[in-house]
């Protein structure tokens, strides 16, 4: 089909605004990775605008990396992301699991108490004090049991185990298989895809834990990265012994402003690995139980 002169011109127009959509979006990032392996006295010598390096050097990383609190801090976010992304994972399709089966009683009552988690939020103080009644104040565990289960993610994923067929729940029982086994050896394995998509969005909001912890977690040892994070960007602090970045940069001669794009590229490095390795579930996992028919 040949293409009329103002098609042609609307396209061109279309490949140009993206393309600076683009660069815009991309700049940001590619700063903060470039500044980030930028030597501190060419940094210094260029007032804090490097476009392209000329030495490229590790040192905000080597200092960064063995700053015992940001240590601390990172295996606290990787604990949340891995053991809080299992744990959910398990939980929210189990829960949807039971919902699926129309032979369970009362499930519609259940389906109507996910809803009223979802439509109705009680608030930072009734949280806060159930947190506390449980005893989990300044516990790591404050960041995971209280997010365990979303109810959306669990009506969504309800929604994808009610289109698996019953003849293979049937064909399981047959064989042996009790409610347990089939969960474990026929759903789970044909729900490869809802667990990968699912996974990522539990996985980047644990990572990405910052509020919750900003109100359980007294203990600075404790903190997750976003914390840390948080101290190195606003209040221009590191997380030793509470000095000043300036103060604690002083003898190494290390830009603070290198330390931070280190601290950022570092905390959002592993999100950016991972999605490649799930891409190929995650659009099809995130339409499945969406359309029926």
């Not at 940001?28 to 490097?50: A, C, M, R, W």
């Not at 404050?142 to 309800?158: E, F, H, T």
């Not at 490869?192 to 109100?215: D, M, P, R, S």
Request: one cysteine or more; proline letters at 4%; a positive charge.
């Amino acid at each position: 089909m040949k293409l009329s002169s103002g098609a042609k011109l609307f396209n061109l127009a279309n490949i140009v605004l993206m393309a600076l959509i683009g660069l815009i979006t991309i700049f940001p990032l590619y700063y903060v990775f470039i500044v980030s392996f930028t030597d501190s006295h060419e940094f210094l010598q260029k007032n804090g605008f490097v476009f392209f390096p000329q030495k490229w050097t590790l040192t905000s990383y080597q200092y960064l990396l063995t700053t015992s609190s940001f240590q601390n801090a990172t295996l606290v976010s990787t604990f949340l992301a891995t053991v809080g992304t299992g744990l959910s994972l398990i939980f929210t399709s189990a829960m949807a699991f039971g919902m699926s089966r129309k032979r369970l009683r009362g499930r519609k009552i259940m389906m109507l108490m996910i809803l009223l988690t979802i439509l109705f939020n009680p608030g930072i103080i009734p949280n806060y004090l159930l947190v506390r009644e449980l005893g989990l104040i300044n516990s790591v565990w404050s960041l995971i049991i209280p997010v365990l289960v979303s109810g959306w993610n669990a009506i969504l994923m309800k929604s994808f185990f009610d289109n698996i067929p019953a003849e293979l729940e049937d064909a399981a029982m047959i064989d042996g298989c009790n409610d347990i086994g089939t969960f474990f050896r026929i759903v789970l394995p044909l729900s490869a895809a809802a667990l990968a998509a699912f996974g990522l969005f539990y996985a980047v909001g644990y990572w990405n834990t910052f509020f919750n912890a900003v109100l359980y977690i007294n203990d600075y040892t404790k903190v997750p990265l976003q914390i840390v994070l948080r101290n190195m960007l606003i209040d221009s602090q590191t997380s030793t012994g509470g000095a000043t970045a300036v103060e604690m940069i002083s003898d190494n001669q290390i830009p603070t402003q290198t330390i931070k794009m280190a601290a950022i590229v570092i905390a959002t490095l592993p999100i950016l690995l991972v999605y490649p390795f799930l891409q190929k579930h995650f659009a099809k996992g995130v339409m499945l139980g969406s359309v029926k028919g």
